[in-house]
Structure formats: C-alpha cells, structure tokens
C-alpha cells in the first residue's frame, strides 16, 4: 500500500508533543512492513536548521499554485529520503512557515497562538491535497493527523465528486487530541475556496465558526485514536468538548489504537544520553544514572532517597495543579521530585514557587531538552503523570521501559498501558487513581514509597514494566488492516 501522512510537525525536524514521535515512527515502522510510507510537513526553520546538522540536503521537485481566498499564492515542494526509508515532503512558504515557532510567538513568558493559523494550515492542507493529486506518486490512503489538517478530508471528498478525481485516495483522519479544534471565526472558511454548502452544522461549522477538527471528523472516510480508551471517552460529554454527538454517530467507523515506543530511540542499553547501561537483569546502571542526575541538577546525592520525575508539556490537561497540591504536602517527605517542561506561564509560577520553597529536594527545570529527557527517566524511581486527559501519552511507556515505576490517573491511554496490583496483582506494573484531587495524587505517591520500602516488590513491578511490550510492529498491523478495509 502507498500510504501519505500529512502532519504539522515530524521528529526530529519540528517537535511540540506526542504527534511528531507518532508520525515518525508510525511511517517508519509501516515502510519496515513493506509499504510505502511518506510524509508532508511544513518546512519550518527549525526543519533546516536539523536538515543542516545532518548534513543532508533537499532536493526541489516542484511548485504549487493554488486560489487562496481572493488571490492565487504558491509554495515550493522540497524531497529527501530518511536513512530508515521514509520518503518526507516539505512545503516551503516563507510567510506562513518561516517563523521561529510553530504554532505562536513567545508573549511575556508563555506561547501565544498565531491569529493566521486557520489561514496557514487550511494552504497547506491544500498543498497536500495539490501534492496526492497531481504528484509523481499517487498515494492509496491520505492519513491526515490532527485539526491542522483537518481540511484535508474536506478537500478530498470536493475534488472527488465535484471535479471528477476518480482515483482520489480515501482518508483517514486521526485525533491526537480532541482539545484542539483549530477553531476560529466564519471567516476563515473563505480561505478553503470551497462552497459554503459545506459549512453546516453536519459539516465544517461549529456554533458558528469553522472548526477545522470537526471538519476532519465530519468528512474523513475513517477516523482514529490514539489509543483504545480514548475513543470511548470522547463520545462522552465529559471528554467530547462539545463534539461527542458527531463522534457517537460515527463510532461504526471509529477505531482506537494504541501508539507505539521507538526501542530504537527509547533503550536503556547502548543510549548515548546516558551516564550507564542497565537492564532488567542488570539494574546496577539505573543507580549510577540516578546518581549522575543528582549531581547534574544539584540534588543531594542520595541512593536511599526515591526519586519521582515528570517529563511534560506544563497544562491544565496534564494536572499539573494536582501536582502543585500533592508535592506541597509530600515535600515534606525524604523524597526528591525533578520536573522538566514548558508551557502554562501561571502553572510554570506555581512550580518554580514550589521548587523554591522546597530547596533541598525538588527541582523545576522550565526548559525541554530531549538528552535531558533520556536522563530523567533512567534516574527516576517513579514518574509522575496525573492527567487529567490523555489521548495515550508516551512517557508513561518510557518510564516502563527505563525502570521507573509510573504513577497516573486512570484515563485514556493511561488507563491502556499501566496495570495496578489492585487490577492483577502478578503483572502489576504502576499506581493509579481515578480521583481529579492533589489529595488522590498524594495517597498514590504516599503507596509509591511504601513500594520503595519493599525491593523485592518494586523489583517485580520494573521486571513487569521494562518487559511489557509497546514496540510500533506490535501496532503496525492494526493500522495495515484498517488501512486495507478502508481499500474495500
């Protein structure tokens, strides 16, 4: 099969969360099963900055031009081949992709979204729709990923039955995270060129405006989760953000697959981020790394003392209010927390405040550095992941394989990927609550070092998380075969 994905961001050339690893590996790990698999981006700055680290260079195949509103505007089409296989398209425009960030401009310490987005990612859903269509290689399926293609169904369906694309490739459209809709004003459906038939409540409007996810989910052939759980909970009013009434009526083509880990990137043996190697049958490593990283964040250098980690995104969703409430009590504990993020400038002030108040064992690191990351999980003894929504998260499944033992909210991909004792207690792998309360994320923190207290069960629960299979090949067929019935 011929699969294109079309995504606003793919690692390691642009990166904001969980959707850049996602598409990466998915292309990857589906050209390693025989098809092939490629990808359409923005060519950002950040993208030629990485693309020159490489040392590899791009080679241009192509212009588009295309009506745009009232007038026409075009975009260069640049190619390169990726050492694992995967063919990546690049959409150069400079006005709309030249800026140091993806998605908005840093405003008084936190990221302000850019008022021409709609604008931006409706012309590049256009080019990749321009690129599927009248391209060199015609692609089976057009795998559009989040509300930042969310115009790509739309445009497919239009050009298949009102201009007679009769080999138009079907679509999949996949949710990465219901919470971003890519909303905006009416106005922004002019920049889609398209009639206005379309902009009805059972097509792209939504309480008046255009909403450019619901515009995916309302025209796409199939849709998609980003793991099992997940789509369940979005057809409910409580996780839905007012499009749970569309999702229930297309549940029939609705599926819910778990994301993968990259083992290739993401291992505890021959990682260059890290101070030492270590396994599940050798976990002497993991204290020399734990080790290493109270010295490199200024820690008292304690083997004794259990060390909690967050790797995060700093956001409501991902509790991190929760957070501030249950460490302000559980500080007061022979415990050390490190947290590494960026994101909300009001939770960011409560956890530096935090951080500040609690010297001699916390740290709040506002910065996101991916070695960093690598580090952070291999010292770890347990990790930190409240959310309060998690269409699947990914460090959860870090954290298993590098032997830190996770501690999460039980909801969507959470809930999919970490097993409590209270569930089975012999493949138990983590901590969970359901409770939304710092009070709940306490008591959880308060069994982990009851935990710390007995090695040999917190040895049976890292034996249970670093053997616990996550690797994409598990994944992969799911989406073959769904990719294969959407083929008829």
């Known amino acids: ?89 690049f959409i150069e425009h400079e006005v709309y992709f030249g800026r140091p960030f993806l998605y908005g401009a840093k405003q008084g310490g936190e990221t302000v979204d850019y008022p021409d987005n709609a604008e931006r990612f409706i012309f590049f859903s256009k080019c990749v729709v321009d690129l599927a269509r009248r391209g060199r290689w015609r692609p089976d399926i057009l795998h559009a990923h989040d509300w930042q293609t969310g115009m790509v169904p739309l445009l497919v369906h239009h050009q298949q039955w009102s201009e007679g694309w009769t080999d138009a490739p079907k679509t999949l459209f996949t949710i990465h995270n219901l919470l971003y809709q890519g909303a905006g004003p009416a106005a922004n459906y002019q920049w889609a060129n398209l009639p206005w038939y379309y902009f009805n409540p059972d097509g792209a409007e939504f309480y008046g405006g255009l909403n450019l996810l619901k515009t995916g989910l309302a025209f796409a052939h199939r849709l998609s989760t980003v793991s099992p759980r997940y789509a369940e909970e979005i ?80 956001e409501t969703e991902k509790g991190f209010e929760l957070i501030v409430e249950a460490m302000e009590e559980m500080l007061a504990c022979d415990l050390q927390y490190v947290l590494l993020g960026t994101g909300r400038k009001e939770l960011v002030v409560a956890l530096t405040a935090l951080a500040a108040r609690h010297p001699e064992n916390c740290r709040v690191l506002i910065d996101f550095k991916g070695p960093l990351a690598h580090r952070i999980e291999a010292a770890a003894d347990f990790y930190v992941m409240p959310s309060l929504v998690e269409p699947c998260g990914l460090n959860q499944m870090y954290s298993l394989r590098y032997g830190a033992v996770p501690i999460v909210r039980d909801t969507g991909g959470l809930h999919d990927t970490v097993t409590d004792a209270r569930q089975d207690p012999a493949a138990a792998n983590g901590i969970k609550f359901s409770e939304k309360s710092g009070a709940a994320l306490a008591r959880a923190i308060r069994k982990a070092l009851d935990l710390y207290q007995d090695p040999a069960a917190l040895d049976h629960y890292r034996q249970n998380g670093m053997g616990a299979d996550f690797s994409w090949p598990r994944f992969v067929p799911q989406y073959e075969a769904l990719y294969a019935a959407m083929l008829g």
């Not at 396994?279 to 204290?287: H, M, R, T, V, Y």
């Open 235 to 314: 057809r409910t009013p409580e996780f839905g953000a007012g499009l749970h009434g569309l999702l229930e009526r297309r549940r029939e083509v609705l599926s819910g697959i778990l994301n993968g880990v990259d083992y290739e990137l993401w291992r505890t043996e021959g990682n260059p981020h890290l101070r030492a190697s270590y396994s599940a049958a050798d976990l002497s490593g993991k204290i020399v790394n734990k080790r290493a990283l109270q010295e490199e964040v200024g820690l008292p250098v304690r083997a004794d003392r259990p060390l909690f980690a967050t790797v995060s995104r700093i």
């Open 1 to 89: 099969m011929k699969i294109l994905h079309a995504a606003s961001e793919l690692v390691p050339y642009s990166k904001t969360g969980g959707l850049a690893d996602m598409v990466g590996a998915l292309a990857k790990y589906t050209v390693k099963a025989g098809h092939d698999a490629r990808v359409v981006t923005p060519l950002y700055p950040c993208v030629r900055d990485q693309l020159a680290r490489e040392k590899r260079t791009l080679r241009k195949i192509g212009g588009i031009f295309l009506p745009h509103r009232e007038q026409q505007a075009g975009a260069a089409v640049y190619t390169t081949r990726l050492d694992d296989g995967v063919t990546v398209y």
